[in-house]
């Protein structure tokens, strides 16, 4: 039965991230991102990591996209607006990124594939704050570090976004 839910969540949780990219319409890409939120929160129930799975909820399908469409609808976005798909030089590099990026994914997975884990860890300790924070600042530091500076530069990128919008 927990093989059958992971899986579930897991292909939801895929179609929520092809929805985000592949929706013409900001808010049905955001709504698509609520279907990945959860999904992911089910996948962590699904791992008995309630923490993680009411942390996902209440901060990301939560706080986040509701921020996201409030953003959106401020904006007004209209479809005619919206830039079409060119392939110039920035295309281009955008095109390459993505391809590091998928090829990088890719090595993870393969990588992740070929990692022995623990077949029982102890339930008590899969999912609780202390545990998280051990693992997160010890274990996956450099990791953190690296989706802290993603994040920053998303940011930053959001904003030169706007502000260029507004001139």
């Given at each position: 039965?927990?093989?059958?839910?992971?899986?579930?969540?897991?292909?939801?949780?895929?179609?929520?991230?092809?929805?985000?990219?592949?929706?013409?319409?900001?808010?049905?890409?955001?709504?698509?991102?609520?279907?990945?939120?959860?999904?992911?929160?089910?996948?962590?129930?699904?791992?008995?990591?309630?923490?993680?799975?009411?942390?996902?909820?209440?901060?990301?399908?939560?706080?986040?996209?509701?921020?996201?469409?409030?953003?959106?609808?401020?904006?007004?976005?209209?479809?005619?607006?919206?830039?079409?798909?060119?392939?110039?030089?920035?295309?281009?590099?955008?095109?390459?990124?993505?391809?590091?990026?998928?090829?990088?994914?890719?090595?993870?997975?393969?990588?992740?594939?070929?990692?022995a884990f623990e077949?029982?860890?102890?339930?008590?300790?899969?999912?609780?704050?202390?545990?998280?924070?051990?693992?997160?600042?010890?274990?996956?530091?450099?990791?953190?570090?690296?989706?802290?500076?993603?994040?920053?530069?998303?940011?930053?990128?959001?904003?030169?976004?706007?502000?260029?919008?507004?001139?």
């Amino acid at each position: 039965m927990q093989a059958i839910l992971f899986s579930l969540f897991g292909a939801l949780a895929i179609a929520g991230a092809v929805g985000v990219i592949a929706a013409r319409n900001p808010v049905y890409s955001a709504l698509s991102l609520v279907l990945n939120f959860f999904s992911l929160a089910g996948l962590y129930l699904s791992l008995e990591a309630q923490f993680l799975a009411v942390a996902q909820v209440i901060v990301y399908a939560g706080a986040i996209v509701v921020l996201f469409l409030f953003v959106i609808m401020l904006l007004n976005l209209q479809p005619e607006s919206l830039p079409r798909l060119r392939l110039d030089l920035t295309g281009l590099l955008a095109l390459l990124l993505g391809a590091g990026l998928l090829m990088g994914i890719g090595a993870g997975l393969w990588a992740f594939a070929r990692t022995a884990f623990e077949r029982n860890p102890e339930p008590s300790s899969v999912g609780t704050v202390d545990s998280l924070g051990r693992t997160l600042f010890s274990t996956y530091l450099v990791g953190f570090e690296l989706v802290a500076l993603l994040l920053l530069v998303a940011m930053i990128g959001a904003v030169m976004l706007a502000k260029r919008r507004f001139k």
